[in-house]
Every structure is written in C-alpha cells, then in structure tokens.
C-alpha cells in the first residue's frame, strides 16, 4: 500500500475497539508483571502464553479482516486471501493431522524406520506424537473442533468445501481418533457444541426442507454423552495391546481457586494480574493444603486446567473481563447476523452457510477454554476463526485511508518507516532462530539419551553456548550453574595431590555467579531460589558463607511456595548445623504441610540423635521402617543408628539390605566395612573396602583403611 498504491487503508470492523483493549491490557499486565521475561516470550517450554505470541496473534485477527473475502474475483483480486481458501487449507491440513497421528499411536513410524533404516527424530517414535500438540489430549481438543466445523459445513452448504467421500472419510477418521484416546474434555466440546448446532438448527428452522440432516449431530450429542460417563481408555490395552500414556492437567477446582486467589491477593493483581505467562508463580504461592495429599504434589504447573482461569489469575478482573467482553461480543453480534441473513436465504445462501459453521467451530474452541488449557495450535485457531467470522459479518464501519499522492513528503516518511518494520521483522525472527538454537543446545546438554551420554566438558559447552544466544532463560543458568558445580566436585573427588584447586574455586564461583543471575533475571521464581539454594547447601564446605546465603535463598524461596514441605526440609537441614531448635521448627512445619514427607520424618529422628536420645531416635526409625521397607535412606541411616548404638549385627542387616537393593551404593558398602572391622571380621571388611575403592578410585582414607586391616591380619 506504502510503496505501490501510495496509501494506507484500514477497514473497521466492529470488534476492533474490544480486540484492541484486550491488547492493550495484555501490554499493561506485562509491564507490572512478577516475572516479565516469561510474561513477554512466553513460560519456558510452552510459549503460547507470552505477550509476544499473544500481539501476533491479534494482527493476525488484523490480517485476516482487512485481506480476507468471502469470495474473490481471481481477475481483480489476486492478493486476497478467501474464506473458503482458508477452510480448504484447514481441512486439508486436518487430513494430514489425522494420518500422521495414526501412524504415531499404532507405532507404524517405528515399523517404518526399522523396515528402511532411515534414522527418524526421536519424538516420531513416540505414540504421543502429533504435529498439533505435545500430548494426545490436545490433540483430541483439536479434533473436536475439526468434527464440529465438518459438520457445520457440510450440512450448511450446498456445494461442500471437499468431497463428500473425503469428508466422511475425515470425519470418520477424527472421530476414531477421540474415540481411541477418549479425553472427556473433547466428549464435553463435541457434545455442547453440536447441542447448540441442533438447537440453532430447530429454532431458527435452517433446515426445514430436509429436517434429516440433524441426524448426524443428534448422533454426535448421544455419543459424546455415553462416553463421558464410559472410560473407554480401559478397553486400549485389550483391544489393540498398548496403553496411551495420559497428559497430567490440573484439575478444574484447584485452577480457579489458585486463580481466584491469585486475583484477589492485592489491588495491583486485582485489575492487572500476576502477569501473563506467570501461573506457575500463581500456582507456587497460592497452592492449596490439600495438594500435598495429591500424588502430584512434587509438580508444579505451569499452566492451568482451564485458560479462562489462567486468564483471571494472570491479567486480573481487568483482564478476564475484557476478555469475556470480547467473546460475549462477538457471540451476539454474530447470532444478529446470522439472524437477519437467514431472512434471506434463498437469496444468498453463500453468505449463511458460511456463518454458522464458523461460529459452532468457534463455540467449540470457546468451552475448550473453559475445560482445557491453550497450546499454540488452539489459540491460533481461536483467533483465526474469530477473523474469518468477522468477515463473514460483511459489515464494518468505513475504511481509514489515506493517500499520499498529493503529499509525496508522507509518502517517503512512511516508506522509511515501511523499512524500518521490515527491518525489525527479519530481526525478530534472527533473534527468534537464535533462541531455537539455544534451546537445542540446553537440549543437548540436559537430556540423556540412551547410549549417548554426552560427556561433562561437551554439556558445559553445550550450556554456555545456550546462555550466550539466550541470557535471559534462567533455566539454562540454573542447569549451567549445577553443571559448573558438579564439575567443582568431580575435581574433589580426585586424590588431594591430583586436585586442581584452583579449577575447583572458579568452578564454584561461576556456579554461584550463574545462580545469583538466575534470581536477578526472574526474582519471583521459586525454582531460581530453590536451585541457588541448593549449590550453596552443597558448596558450604568450599565457601565461606555459604551457609547463611543458603538459608537466605530457601527462606525467600519459602516465602514464594510457603506450602512446600521439600523447601521447609532444606531449610532445617542448613539450621541444623548452628541453630538445630529452629531446624527442628521447620522439620515440624514440613511435617504439618504433609504428614506422610518421609524425609522430614527422617530429619526429626537425626535430630533426636543429635540430642542424646539415640534409643528413642532408633524406636522412630524403626517405625517408619515397618511402613517403608524399602526406602534405601531409611535402611541406611537405621543402621548407621544401630551402628553408633552397638547394635552391630542390626547394623549390618540393614545396611546388606542397602546394599541388595542397590548393589552401588558407596556410603553402604563402606558402613559395612566399619561393620564388619567392629567385629573382627577382617575379610570381610577388606572386602567391602576395596568395593567402595572401585566405585570412588584415589579414596585416601578408604586406602588407608585398607593398609591398616591387611596389616592386622
């Protein structure tokens, strides 16, 4: 428009003012935000949620209104871009969806590989693997959505979008795929959405001509609810001989109180929020008692089981409302239209058929909100159809144009600022290759493949080269600093005269430097406290201080996730080597948050030890014993416990049972030498020795141990 036609041209459409407060109030939440650099590009590892992602969706919303048609004329309209083009391009790429997703769950990509011996990605072997999702729910929610428009458009229009056998094939084949994974939140989507089609269908009596076409979606609803009330995921294993592996969502209950309580924690979080892309700092702090009791206790969501409710917790009542303002909007602006061009029909069928399957497709997409979160596939589409729809409208108020024929003056300040756009375009996507490569990296350096253990030097490399394309995760601070550490110990390890103490030291203050960045960068993330907390509990013995600054980090961390019995744990172990009545305290508090945490259970019988009261500290021991039988660090301190009571051959039953369970397990191994030796026997002892001198080679005092029984023999 700038630099050919010399304008600039902007048609308004009436939902215009409502998508852009919404933005508007998504950029303001951003900028008060506890943790602005996952609320701009999105939290690590889902990215959906991020202002970023959330701005190019909205002009795309822009995009599709000013360059999308209902029709084109191929002739005039070379550039534009039609709604049944883009349904065509949906349809067609729903097909390929659905095959690849077959192939994925009945492991044909496997069979493939094996048969060709081409090397395929990892992640295609996988029977969760699809191309609109990281798990088969979400995928079943896109599917959904793909069955309701089918449906919509074949029994709207005259002459359908694809043929009729490739649509039955299509929706045959997308139901097939629900009905194997059988998600009840897709069952919910399927069901209420086509309920609304029938009844939209009868009220507005659509089909009065042929009333049979409502078969199909009468079927849909009936099937939708006999499967919510049938789990027939329980059927997989004996129908096709495997087991889906299951997505692990948040439950609804718990998603709306963390977010309720997260809006209403102070004024700033009741209009603003947390921020967008901050649940899981919402999910940290407002965490509820009784998820402790849960089996996903040690999880921490980053997301929420219902994006409605993520909405509320992370832009605030300012946020949420905007946004239902936006949808209840659009609803009955659409249902108006849609109401006066049923009137005419006959006249204009086109137009009519296109409407109601947009708006049942995105009705679909609107209560998978409400039961589910969004990936990017749903939320692109969300926004895709809420365009399409608009168009659909044929209705806006004006166009904004403005023309620089008479001011060529304006014209070139546009046509710099044109380049200027283009510029930070392609600088956005360098910036946006850059952080892919970073993450492939982190990958590298983290994961551990099977037969590619990738050695310690290649994931320092690997992790330095991610913090340089991409300083502002802190993930790969963190997994930087514990590396740097691990590599500290490792050179500990070695015999003292092989040492390198100086490697040593600046090992561990890297490891601390990339710690301290980590909180700097996101100083409302538990994880970045937790961590740094963890390398100064571990580091305490090389630095000075170390101590207290650990104690610091676990209490801010506390402060952060205040019903985390594992931090309260942490924090007592530090406390206990100066002020053991405050460890205590806080092992008691542990406790109380979760009283079935084994290892603050553990941590109170130490503290019984510590203070003198070694009988009563072994009666605690045992009794946990008997609930736990095979928990190795019960074994192993009970007879540790039974050793410094003189109970010798109690001792050395259980730190055998240690050693069966896990045959290299070094600090047992060397607890049944000191064993063995308090008896006298002496074999025995060199034997266990020399076990823990192969698994920890260069060990001085185990060496000198061993000298000292083979003399006495």
């Known amino acids: 428009m700038a630099l050919v036609d010399k304008e600039i041209k902007f048609k308004r459409t009436p939902l215009d003012i409502p998508v852009l407060a919404f933005l508007f109030l998504a950029v303001i939440s951003t900028i008060f935000s506890v943790d602005r650099i996952s609320s701009l590009f999105g939290f690590f590892g889902r990215f959906s949620d991020g202002l970023i992602g959330l701005l190019s969706l909205g002009v795309l919303y822009f995009l599709i209104t000013n360059n999308t048609q209902i029709n084109i004329d191929k002739n005039t309209d070379k550039h534009r871009l039609s709604v049944s083009g883009m349904l065509k391009a949906f349809l067609w790429s729903s097909l390929f969806v659905i095959l690849f997703s077959y192939l994925s769950i009945f492991g044909i990509w496997s069979k493939f590989q094996s048969f060709t011996g081409l090397n395929l990605p990892s992640v295609m072997l996988q029977r969760t693997f699809n191309s609109v999702s990281g798990s088969l729910e979400g995928l079943t929610m896109f599917l959904a959505v793909v069955v309701v428009l089918l449906v919509g458009i074949v029994l709207s229009k005259r002459n359908s979008l694809i043929p009729n056998t490739l649509y039955s094939i299509l929706l045959a084949a997308a139901l097939g795929l629900i009905l194997i994974i059988d998600f009840k939140a897709a069952w919910i989507i399927l069901g209420l959405t086509m309920f609304l089609f029938t009844f939209i269908a009868l009220w507005k009596r659509i089909f009065s001509e042929n009333i049979n076409k409502l078969l199909l979606p009468i079927f849909l609803i009936i099937v939708a609810a006999v499967f919510l009330f049938i789990n027939a995921s329980n059927f997989q294993f004996s129908i096709f001989n495997f087991q889906l592996p299951q997505e692990q969502v948040l439950d609804q209950r718990n998603s709306w109180q963390m977010a309720f309580r997260a809006a209403t924690d102070n004024v700033k979080n009741g209009f603003l929020g947390s921020g967008l892309g901050t649940f899981s700092y919402d999910f940290s702090k407002f965490k509820p008692l009784e998820f402790n009791q849960t089996w996903l206790w040690q999880i921490r969501f980053d997301r929420a089981g219902s994006h409605i409710a993520e909405i509320l917790g992370t832009t605030g009542f300012l946020g949420i409302l905007s946004y239902l303002f936006l949808i209840g909007f659009f609803l009955i602006v659409s249902w108006w239209f849609l109401s006066s061009k049923l009137k005419t029909q006959s006249k204009n069928s086109q137009i009519t058929n296109y409407q109601l399957p947009l ?25 895709l159809f809420l365009g399409l729809s608009v168009v659909n409208w044929q209705r806006d108020l ?3 144009k403005y023309s620089f024929k008479d001011f060529p003056e304006m014209g070139l300040v546009f ?19 850059r952080f892919y490569i970073a993450d492939q990296y982190y990958q590298k350096a983290v994961w551990i493949y099977v037969g590619q253990i990738p050695d310690l030097n290649t994931r320092i490399q690997n992790l330095e080269k991610s913090v340089n394309l991409n300083p502002w995760r802190i993930e790969y601070r963190i997994a930087k600093a514990r590396i740097y550490l691990e590599d500290a110990l490792n050179e500990m390890r070695k015999p003292i005269a092989e040492q390198d103490s100086i490697k040593i030291q600046n090992r561990v203050a890297e490891a601390i430097d990339e710690a301290r960045i980590a909180t700097s960068i996101s100083p409302n993330r538990v994880i970045a406290w937790e961590r740094r907390g963890m390398i100064y509990r571990d580091i305490r013995e090389m630095a000075t201080g170390a101590t207290q600054w650990g104690i610091n980090s676990f209490e801010k961390a506390i402060a952060l996730e205040p019903t985390n019995p594992v931090l309260h744990t942490e924090l007592g172990k530090l406390l206990a080597l100066d002020t053991p009545e405050k460890a205590k305290i806080e092992f008691e508090k542990a406790i109380e948050l979760k009283p079935d945490y084994l290892e603050a259970q553990i941590q109170i019988a130490l503290m019984l030890e510590q203070e003198n009261n070694l009988p009563e500290a072994v009666r605690k021991l045992e009794d946990l014993v008997n609930l736990y039988p095979v928990n190795i660090d019960l074994l192993f301190q009970l007879g540790r416990l039974y050793y410094n009571n003189n109970q010798v051959d109690e001792a050395i039953l259980k730190f055998q049972q240690v050693v069966d369970l896990v045959p290299n397990h070094s600090n047992a191994h060397y607890s049944l030498g000191m064993a063995y030796s308090a008896k006298g026997e002496i074999e025995k002892a060199i034997k266990e020795f020399e076990r823990v001198l192969e698994l920890n080679p260069g060990n001085e005092d185990v060496i000198q141990k061993l000298e000292k029984l083979k003399k006495s023999k």
């Open 359 to 383: 708006l049942t497709a995105f009705f679909a997409l609107l209560i998978g909100q409400f039961v589910y979160y969004q990936n990017s596939t749903l939320v692109g589409f969300f926004w």
């Open 398 to 400: 004006g166009e904004l």
């Open 415 to 433: 046509s710099i600022l044109l380049i200027i756009i283009v510029l930070g375009f392609f600088g956005t996507y360098f910036s946006g290759a």
